[in-house]
């Protein structure tokens, strides 16, 4: 699974040229979006739910959260009208990250509001992960697939832009695999994450994202 994911031809694109591709692609009649996401532990500058998370707030973070419900529901319609159907599987190490907790609160109102989102024990993959982790992607149908690539401090720095159909195909074909092993986002949410006390948001942050 993903075998031909780390020798697959791309376009390295800097963060503002793949936001503004992935935003012309997006338009463009693609069918699907789907989003693999693995990572632990990453920074969100500039969200307010996560600059209250990481100041130690963790009743505003909550709340601010909340306030993005619109905003989710939104892009959800302009999916809709596009004929663009979304799906992201989130991966969770154990113990549970502090910015993973925080993450998930804030899936779950995408979830709330038609999100299509499972998330998957990294424990039920350390067979497919012996040599790698599974990719950190966005696939945008069969036309373009973006690997989201990090500076030397972990920062988010741009994207690795992939056109191979047969490469797409491929990695679309381990996403669904892995989708199906995925369980529904509440009742994993409800088990684990919900009984979870206040995260320690010192140390958490090591890499920058990109909005929620």
Not at 110 to 130: F, H, Y
Not at 149 to 158: E, F, I, L, S, T
Not at 165 to 173: D, F, K, P
């Amino acid at each position: 699974m993903f075998d031909s994911f780390p020798g697959g031809a791309s376009e390295r694109l800097d963060r503002p040229t793949y936001h503004a591709d992935l935003g012309r692609v997006y338009t463009s009649g693609i069918g699907f979006l789907n989003k693999l996401e693995r990572g632990q532990h990453f920074a969100e500058r500039g969200f307010p739910s996560w600059e209250a998370f990481v100041s130690g707030d963790w009743e505003r973070a909550l709340s601010l959260a909340e306030e993005r419900r619109e905003d989710y529901a939104q892009e959800l319609r302009q999916a809709s009208r596009l004929g663009v159907t979304h799906r992201r599987l989130r991966v969770v190490e154990f113990p549970v990250t502090p910015y993973v907790q925080w993450e998930l609160h804030v899936l779950r109102v995408r979830v709330d509001v038609g999100d299509d989102i499972k998330v998957l024990d990294a424990r039920e993959i350390s067979n497919i992960e012996r040599t790698r982790p599974v990719p950190e992607v966005v696939i945008l149908g069969d036309v373009v697939m973006y690997e989201v690539v990090y500076d030397k401090d972990g920062n988010a720095d741009g994207a690795n832009r992939c056109t191979d159909g047969s490469l797409i195909r491929e990695t679309n074909a381990g996403f669904d695999a892995l989708y199906e092993r995925g369980e529904g986002f509440y009742d994993f949410f409800d088990r684990e994450i919900v009984t979870l006390a206040p995260p320690q948001a010192s140390g958490a942050p090591t890499g920058l994202r990109g909005s929620r």
